[in-house]
């Protein structure tokens, strides 16, 4: 491209104003594109607070249901669903329990807020006496036969009204077997996103707090993905598609907007980028000790995912995010 130079070129002449700088912006930010994380767990009135995770809470089913309407009503779209149960076991029976907390949030919410799209994150660890994301035979973290669970999870959500079923445990041929699932018990228009790159972050520390969901023994790496490697993430999308995922995610985001980039660019589907808790936990502590503006850094970090080219921002700070893009 052979563009003129200074002094004909001068692009400091479309910064002078806010109104010409939105002119021009090539990236924006809208309250379309927020998904609100929330926790629930069984009770009434309950709203516990996490220490790590500033207005972050454990919520009651009614108090889900007033969080979800406050949200939507400053126009966030859709909320993802994590459950705490009462009791863990292990084979996370408490998962696709047709009363379980997840299910009776779902109806809850479809039933007041019909228009709210109730995405519901599909894993085992929360319910896990272990926490883990599979079934455990021997220390090891069996792969094939936790794929029954998911699929009988996701598909006892999709029953219960979930608009979007998202797999998070990153089990090989988890996304196919849901699918199955899905489709056998006619919820053929239920569509999955899936956490197809999931990294093993050190940047989830603060949620295992909120989920109640730390691993008893070891690690997560041997199921979760590697920091250091970019083409192995994108096998890993390309694998979900085939199997049959509508949207895809990649998770944490600020750490890894190079993958989402490139998942991007190379496969065009809905793409969603999860600002994970460790994310949060860090922006809402410096800002606590007045090192910086919350709101501008928020603001900006969302964008720098959009940029890369997320089209869903799942965030906790969707709420603010809305009252300030008003």
């Keep these: 491209m052979n563009l003129p130079g200074f002094p004909i070129a001068r692009p400091r002449r479309l910064r002078t104003s806010p109104a010409l700088r939105r002119f021009v912006a090539e990236t924006s930010l809208n309250v379309s594109q927020l998904v ?17 995770m500033p207005g972050v809470f454990q919520l009651s089913p009614d108090e889900i249901l007033r969080e979800a309407a406050a949200a939507h ?33 779902v109806r809850l919410l479809k039933k007041e807020l019909p228009s709210l799209l109730v995405i519901t994150d599909v894993c085992l660890c929360e319910y896990m006496a272990h926490g883990h994301c599979g079934l455990v035979h021997g220390g090891k973290i069996l792969n094939d036969p936790s794929l029954k669970l998911l699929a009988q999870t996701a598909a006892s959500h999709a029953e219960a009204g979930a608009d979007i079923v998202a797999p998070s445990d990153m089990m090989d041929g ?6 199955a ?25 603060p949620f295992r707090e909120v989920a109640e969901s730390t691993p008893q023994f070891g ?30 995610m990649v998770k944490p985001a600020l750490a890894y907007l190079d993958i989402i980039h490139r998942v991007k660019k190379e496969f065009g589907l809905p ?6 808790s460790g994310e949060h936990a860090m922006i809402k502590a410096a800002a606590a000790k007045g090192w910086i503006d919350e709101r501008a850094v928020t603001l900006e970090s969302l964008l720098a995912m959009r940029r890369a080219g997320a089209d869903i921002l799942i965030t906790y700070a969707a709420m603010d995010v809305a009252k300030w893009l008003k």
Aim: charged share 25%; aromatic share 8%.
């Design 36 to 52: 609100l994380p929330l926790f629930a767990r069984s009770g009434r009135k309950l709203r516990r607070p996490v220490d790590a």
């Design 73 to 105: 009503a400053l126009g966030v779209p859709a909320v993802l669903l994590f459950g705490i149960p009462d009791k863990k076991d292990a084979k996370a029976s408490g998962a696709y329990a047709r009363n379980g907390i997840v299910q009776q949030t």
């Design 174 to 179: 988890r996304v196919a077997a849901i699918r």
């Design 181 to 205: 699932a899905l489709d056998k018990n006619h919820f053929t228009d239920t569509p999955i996103m899936s956490y197809a790159a999931k990294f093993a972050s050190a940047f989830y520390g």
């Design 219 to 248: 690690d997560r790496r041997s199921y979760q993905m590697d920091a250091a490697n970019v083409n192995e993430a994108l096998r890993e999308v390309a694998l979900d598609i085939q199997e049959g995922a509508d949207i895809v």
């Design 271 to 276: 793409t969603a980028a999860y600002a994970v």
